[in-house]
C-alpha cells in the first residue's frame, strides 16, 4: 500500500505548503527503514537486507522534530510562573514541540512499564539520542538507549509489513497494544524507545502542529515585530543540519 501523506491545512502559504511536502519525503524513508530488515524470496541470500537501520530511522525522525520545531512551533498554552522558573524556561523548542504536541495522553496507562514525564522523555530524545547522535557518534551521558522497531523479543528488531505501516499512517487513535514510545529498563540508565510508536507520534505530532500554526502562527505576520515569534523570522526546514539551538 502507498505512503499515506501528512494531513494538513488547507490555508498554509505556498512556501510553508512545500515545506511539508519535504517532510514527508522524509517520513517516507522512514516508512522504507521500518521495513527493514527485509529478506528477499526467490533471491540468493546475500541480496538480502539483513540491517534494520534503526539509528538512521530515529535520528531522521528527532531531525525532523527539531526542525519542525524551530519553524512551526507555537506555545500551546501559557506557563505557570512555577514552570516559568522552572527548566522548561529557555527549553529549546525541539524539546517544546514533543512536550506540547507529541501524543503522550494516548499512549496507554500500564503500571508494568516505567513511563517518563513529557519534560523527562524530551530529554531524553534530544539530549540522550538526538544530540549525541549528531555531535558525538552516539556517545553520551544519559544511559543506554534501545531501539526496537515493534514488540518485545524475539520480535523486536523485526521489520514492519506494509500493511502494518498503512495503519500506522491512518489510525488517529493510539494503534498499539504494547509499551509506550519511550519506557526505563530496569532499575539503570537504560531506556527502550520503540520507533512504530514514534514514528507514529512523530505524524501526529506534526499534523497537531501544523494546525495550530495555520489557525495562529500565520496571523502574527500582522502583529508587530517585537510579537512576532523567533520561529516566523525566514528559518527554513533543514532535516539533516546540526542545531544549535538544541545543543
Request: glycine fraction near 6%; aromatic fraction near 8%.
Amino acid at each position: 500500500m502507498p505512503y499515506t501523506p501528512i494531513e494538513r491545512p488547507g490555508n498554509l502559504s505556498c512556501e510553508d505548503d512545500r515545506l511539508v511536502d519535504v517532510i514527508d519525503e522524509f517520513l517516507k524513508d522512514v516508512r522504507t527503514m521500518l521495513r527493514l530488515p527485509l529478506e528477499l524470496d526467490g533471491k540468493e541470500s546475500n541480496a538480502a537486507i539483513t540491517r534494520g537501520c534503526a539509528f538512521a530511522c530515529a535520528m531522521t525522525l528527532l531531525n525532523l522534530t527539531d526542525s519542525v520545531g524551530k519553524k512551526f512551533y507555537l506555545p500551546r498554552h501559557k506557563r505557570t510562573d512555577t514552570e516559568k522558573k522552572s527548566n522548561l524556561a529557555g527549553m529549546p523548542k525541539s524539546k517544546m514541540v514533543l512536550i506540547d504536541y507529541y501524543p503522550w495522553g494516548d499512549e496507554p496507562d500500564n503500571d508494568a512499564y516505567q513511563r517518563l514525564s513529557e519534560a523527562c522523555a524530551a530529554d531524553i530524545l534530544i539530549d540522550g539520542l538526538r544530540n549525541p547522535l549528531t555531535h558525538k557518534f552516539g556517545f553520551n551521558q544519559v544511559g543506554k538507549m534501545i531501539l526496537a522497531k515493534s514488540g518485545e523479543p524475539p520480535h523486536e528488531h523485526l521489520g514492519l509489513s506494509d500493511d502494518r505501516l498503512s495503519k500506522i499512517e491512518t489510525d488517529e487513535g493510539w494503534p498499539f497494544d504494547d509499551k509506550p514510545t519511550l519506557v526505563k529498563e530496569g532499575s539503570d540508565k537504560t531506556y527502550k524507545l520503540t520507533l512504530k510508536c514514534f514514528y507514529w507520534g512523530v505524524r501526529i505530532m506534526i499534523k497537531r502542529v501544523l494546525k495550530d500554526y495555520a489557525n495562529h502562527g500565520r496571523k502574527t505576520s500582522q502583529a508587530p515585530q517585537s510579537e512576532t515569534p523567533e520561529h516566523r523570522t525566514g528559518t527554513s526546514i533543514a532535516p539533516y543540519g546540526p542545531s544549535r539551538e538544541s545543543t
